[in-house]
Each structure stands twice: as C-alpha cells, then as structure tokens.
C-alpha cells in the first residue's frame, strides 16, 4: 500500500532553516509528481510547492517562492523540501502528497514551528 512518512520538521528561530523528507513506498515513486501541502494553526489546508515526476519542473504557492525549493531523488523514492529564511506564518504541519490516478495520498505530517 502507499506509504509517505514525513520528517524533519521542528523548531527554527525566523530566518532559520529547515529541510522536511518524504520517504514513498508502495508505488512507483519516479511515474507520480509530488507536492507539499501545510496546514496552520486554525486554517485550512494550503498547497505549498509541486514537482514534476522527473524534477523538470517546480511549482510554489507565491508566499514561499525564492524562499524555498522542492526536489526529489528518485533512486531514494524521496521527496524534499528545503526551507530556508522561515517566518513566523510558515509555522504549519507540512504534508506530502502523491496524486495516483484519481486517488490522493497523505502522509501523517511534520510539524513545522518558526519561534523566536
């Protein structure tokens, strides 16, 4: 069965860094494009960034472009997003997602807290 299992997540001071993996298992990890959703405090799911399945192409959500990057390693079935100058506001529990067919996939999250 699919598995995304999160991790890498904490506490960083604002304008720290922070790099979140996506171990995937249970299918084929290098046919399927990938994506970080978050989560805040009180607020509904956002879509973060997405990467195509060979990692030709990124996507990010406005608030966190030039700030963070997407990547994935397709020999390791893993999934990265590398999290660098964080604000208060990126405080969130950041999900990955697999889009398999017309099924979506979650993991169980990571919880991000941007703290000074």
């Known amino acids: 069965q699919v598995q995304l299992v999160e991790s890498g997540g904490g506490l960083a001071q604002p304008g720290g860094s922070l790099r979140l993996s996506c171990a995937a298992s249970?299918?084929?990890?290098?046919?399927?494009?990938m994506s970080w959703a978050r989560q805040a405090p009180g607020k509904g799911l956002e879509w973060v960034s997405g990467i195509y399945k060979d990692g030709s192409d990124t996507y990010y959500t406005d608030s966190v472009k030039g700030r963070f990057t997407i990547s994935r390693d397709n020999a390791k079935n893993t999934l990265y997003l590398q999290m660098n100058s964080l604000k208060p506001e990126d405080t969130a529990v950041y999900y990955c997602?697999?889009?398999?067919?017309?099924?979506?996939?979650w993991g169980r999250g990571t919880q991000v807290t941007v703290s000074s």
């Open positions: 997602n697999a889009a398999i067919g017309v099924q979506d996939y």
């Open positions: 249970g299918f084929t990890f290098s046919k399927h494009a």
